[in-house]
């Protein structure tokens, strides 16, 4: 044993310090080489699905909705091409339009991002969903009274932000209804109207100042 292994780190020398270290270091790597290899073969393990049609069921505006879908088919284009429910619209097809959005267990989401098999077994709720008895909802309401609509193509999808935000908070601000209605463009311009609409809901005061939605200030 040379001088250096005289060196003592404690009651060891530096020799049974590096031996201690490398069986440390050798038994965290089998047992993290374990782990990596059971997910590995639970995930061998599970059902591949696809890429032929599937049944899969939908719980649409409170009815059960069967279909036959591919595994690739996007909630909107099932609603509305292997269903009748038209009101969710296509814009951009890429989650920066907001026109396809419904709400997912009161939650806003873009239909044309989510795969129609992931949304089962839960409550979807689409603008066709909203009116009952032939009675529109307090925002359908507004957006007719405030005329919060031109084209008419965007209106489903800010309808749909804006009663999910309402179903949250009763009385949002308007800093809140502009948040909520980040997510949607309407490229004719009827800005104004949607937030005196939302206001009127929300029963705050109505300035007749144009009120318009800084989009960069919001994603910043």
């Known amino acids: 044993?040379?001088?250096?292994?005289?060196?003592?780190?404690?009651?060891?020398s530096r020799r049974t310090f590096l031996k201690s270290l490398g069986t440390a270091a050798v038994t965290a790597a089998t047992v993290q080489?374990?782990?990596?290899?059971?997910?590995?073969?639970?995930m061998n393990a599970e059902k591949v699905i696809g890429p032929d049609?599937?049944?899969v069921t939908l719980n649409v505006n409170g009815e059960k909705i069967k279909l036959m879908l591919e595994p690739r088919v996007t909630l909107l284009d099932a609603l509305r091409n292997y269903h009748s429910l038209t009101g969710a619209k296509?814009?951009?097809?890429?989650?920066?339009?907001?026109?396809?959005?419904?709400m997912m267990d009161d939650v806003p989401v873009y239909s044309c991002q989510k795969l129609a098999i992931e949304a089962q077994g839960q409550q979807i709720t689409t603008v066709e969903g909203l009116a009952k008895n032939g009675k529109l909802n307090p925002v359908q309401q507004a957006f007719v009274e405030k005329d919060a609509l031109m084209c008419g193509y965007c209106t489903p999808g800010f309808?749909?932000?804006?009663?999910?935000?309402?179903?949250?908070?009763?009385?949002?601000?308007?800093?809140?209804?502009?948040?909520?209605?980040?997510?949607?463009?309407?490229?004719?311009?009827?800005?104004?109207?949607?937030?005196?609409a939302a206001l009127a809901v929300a029963g705050k005061p109505i300035s007749n100042k144009t009120e318009l939605i800084d989009y960069a200030k919001l994603a910043s």
Do not use: W, Y
Not at 2 to 8: G, L, P, R
């Open 159 to 196: 309808i749909m932000s804006l009663t999910a935000l309402f179903k949250k908070n009763s009385t949002p601000t308007a800093e809140e209804i502009k948040h909520a209605c980040a997510g949607n463009i309407c490229r004719c311009g009827t800005h104004p109207h949607i937030m005196q």
């Open 33 to 42: 080489t374990k782990a990596v290899a059971a997910e590995l073969e639970k």
């Open 90 to 102: 296509e814009g951009c097809d890429r989650a920066t339009c907001g026109a396809c959005t419904v």
């Open 53 to 55: 049609a599937v049944p």
């Open 1 to 12: 044993m040379n001088d250096s292994d005289q060196e003592v780190f404690g009651p060891h």
